[in-house]
């Protein structure tokens, strides 16, 4: 039962903390896509893949003490940063699992904007689409970012480039 909150752990561990509640449900989306064996559940949402599953986990691991989250006020918003306690490691210490290697994988999500990530997440979506219905989708169901063709062709690349990356 706590094998998904221990591979969450093991997750923020790798990420060496993450900050932003988007850019968190993004990294956990691709790397799903990615053959990582995260399982929560996913529906499309204002800003992409969204998974509530995956929110009540992160909460249960701050009220447990595994996690530490800080609300940082940046004048029109809040952002929120994720950090992996001493707790948070000796209850990862507890379990042996079987996870692939996302080290790589996790550097590559951490670089990249919310934005960017948003994009990505989103074309993995509706990967089940031909290239060009998935990019025509991109613009019908995003109008408001106003991605460019550089931003979806960099998309394009990056989506090959992490799921190569480790194999």
């Known amino acids: ?27 956990i989306y691709i790397l799903q896509k990615c053959d990582i064996p995260f399982e929560e559940k ?26 530490k989250e800080e609300k940082e006020d940046k004048s029109n918003y809040y952002q929120y940063n994720y950090n ?10 507890q379990f042996s699992m079987e996870m692939p290697d996302m080290t790589a994988k996790v550097s590559m999500l951490k670089e990249k904007s919310s934005r960017f990530l948003e994009l990505v997440s989103t074309m993995f979506y509706f990967d089940d689409l031909p290239l060009q219905e998935n990019i025509e989708k991109i613009h019908m169901v995003k109008p408001k970012q106003k991605y460019s063709n550089e931003e979806i062709e960099e998309a394009i690349r990056f989506m090959g480039k992490i799921k190569q990356e480790g194999k």
């Open 42 to 67: 996913y529906q499309f949402h204002f800003y992409g893949p969204y998974s509530e599953e995956l929110t009540l986990r992160v909460e249960e691991l701050c009220n447990l003490g595994f996690l």
């Open 84 to 93: 992996i306690t001493p707790a948070g490691i000796e209850f990862l210490n």
């Open 1 to 27: 039962m706590l094998n998904n909150h221990a591979k969450l752990i093991r997750f923020f561990l790798e990420a060496n903390g993450v900050t932003g509640r988007k850019k968190l449900q993004k990294m």
